[in-house]
C-alpha cells in the first residue's frame, strides 16, 4: 500500500478548467440598429446620404431623423421587413450583415435574443450564425437554386459559402471535444483525490 501511494504522490493532478464565460445575448433591435450605423460608416455616409439613398428605392417618408431612430438613437424606431431588404441593397450586403451581431474580432458566437424570455414563455433565440442563415435559407433550397440556375459562377459561391459554413461547424465541434476533455480531466482529479486520501490518513496515523 505503500508504494501504491507513493506511485499517486508524484502524479501532478490537472488543474479544472474555470466555469466557460456566460454569453449574454444581444437583442434583435440593438442589432440592427448598430450594424446600420456601422454599414452607414464603412460607407462614409452621413445620416442624410443614406436617408436620400432610401429614398431613392421608393422609401420616401426616410429622412435624416428616421435614420437616427432606426440607428438606436432618440425615440428609437422599430424596422420593416421591407425597410430591412431595402437597407440590404442599398448597402449591397446580405440580410445576415444586417440581423447578425459581428464584434470588433469579426467573431459571430453572441446569441441573438429574438424574442426575450419571460415567466410564461420560454423566449426566441439563435444561438449561432449558422441558425439564422438555415432561417434565411435552407440548404435544400440553396442546392435548388443552383441547379436550376446552372450558373458556374454561383455554382462556386455557394460551394465556397458551404466549405466556409463547413469549417464553422468543425470549429465548433472541436471547441465542444475540447470542454469535453477539460470536464474528463477534473473528474479524474477528484477521482485521484478521494482514492489518494484514504491511503494518505492511514499513512499519517
Same mark, same amino acid.
Given at each position: 500500500?505503500?508504494?501504491?501511494?507513493?506511485? /499517486?504522490?508524484?502524479?501532478?493532478?490537472?488543474?479544472? $478548467?474555470?466555469?466557460?464565460?456566460?454569453?449574454?445575448?444581444?437583442?434583435?433591435?440593438?442589432?440592427?440598429?448598430?450594424?446600420?450605423?456601422?454599414?452607414?460608416?464603412?460607407?462614409?455616409?452621413?445620416?442624410?446620404?443614406?436617408?436620400?439613398?432610401?429614398?431613392?428605392?421608393? /422609401?420616401?417618408?426616410?429622412?435624416?431623423?428616421?435614420?437616427? $431612430?432606426?440607428?438606436?438613437?432618440?425615440?428609437?424606431?422599430?424596422?420593416?421587413?421591407?425597410?430591412?431588404?431595402?437597407?440590404?441593397?442599398? /448597402?449591397?450586403?446580405?440580410?445576415?450583415?444586417?440581423?447578425?451581431?459581428?464584434?470588433?474580432?469579426?467573431?459571430?458566437?453572441?446569441?441573438?435574443?429574438?424574442?426575450?424570455?419571460?415567466?410564461?414563455?420560454?423566449? /426566441?433565440?439563435?444561438?449561432?450564425?449558422?441558425?439564422?442563415?438555415?432561417?434565411?435559407?435552407?440548404?435544400?433550397?440553396?442546392?435548388?437554386?443552383?441547379?436550376?440556375?446552372?450558373?458556374?459562377?454561383?455554382?462556386?459561391?455557394?460551394?465556397?459559402?458551404?466549405?466556409?459554413?463547413?469549417?464553422?461547424?468543425?470549429?465548433?465541434?472541436?471547441?465542444?471535444?475540447?470542454?469535453?476533455?477539460?470536464?474528463?480531466?477534473?473528474?479524474?482529479?477528484?477521482?485521484?483525490?478521494?482514492?489518494?486520501?484514504?491511503?494518505?490518513?492511514?499513512? $499519517?496515523?
Amino acid at each position: 500500500m505503500r508504494y501504491w501511494y507513493v506511485a /499517486f504522490s508524484y502524479m501532478s493532478p490537472r488543474k479544472p $478548467e474555470s466555469p466557460p464565460e456566460v454569453i449574454e445575448p444581444k437583442s434583435l433591435s440593438e442589432v440592427i440598429a448598430a450594424n446600420i450605423r456601422r454599414q452607414r460608416k464603412r460607407q462614409n455616409w452621413n445620416q442624410e446620404k443614406l436617408a436620400g439613398q432610401m429614398r431613392l428605392y421608393g /422609401f420616401e417618408g426616410w429622412r435624416r431623423t428616421t435614420v437616427t $431612430e432606426v440607428e438606436g438613437a432618440g425615440r428609437g424606431r422599430q424596422i420593416s421587413v421591407g425597410e430591412l431588404l431595402g437597407l440590404a441593397q442599398v /448597402f449591397g450586403v446580405g440580410l445576415d450583415a444586417l440581423l447578425w451581431h459581428h464584434d470588433s474580432q469579426g467573431t459571430n458566437s453572441i446569441p441573438l435574443e429574438i424574442m426575450p424570455k419571460t415567466e410564461k414563455s420560454e423566449g /426566441f433565440r439563435l444561438d449561432n450564425w449558422l441558425a439564422l442563415l438555415g432561417l434565411i435559407m435552407t440548404p435544400e433550397s440553396l442546392a435548388a437554386v443552383a441547379s436550376r440556375a446552372g450558373n458556374a459562377a454561383l455554382e462556386e459561391t455557394l460551394k465556397r459559402e458551404y466549405t466556409r459554413m463547413y469549417t464553422e461547424m468543425i470549429e465548433r465541434v472541436q471547441e465542444v471535444a475540447e470542454d469535453l476533455r477539460n470536464t474528463a480531466g477534473w473528474f479524474e482529479t477528484k477521482a485521484i483525490e478521494r482514492l489518494v486520501a484514504p491511503v494518505a490518513s492511514k499513512e $499519517e496515523s
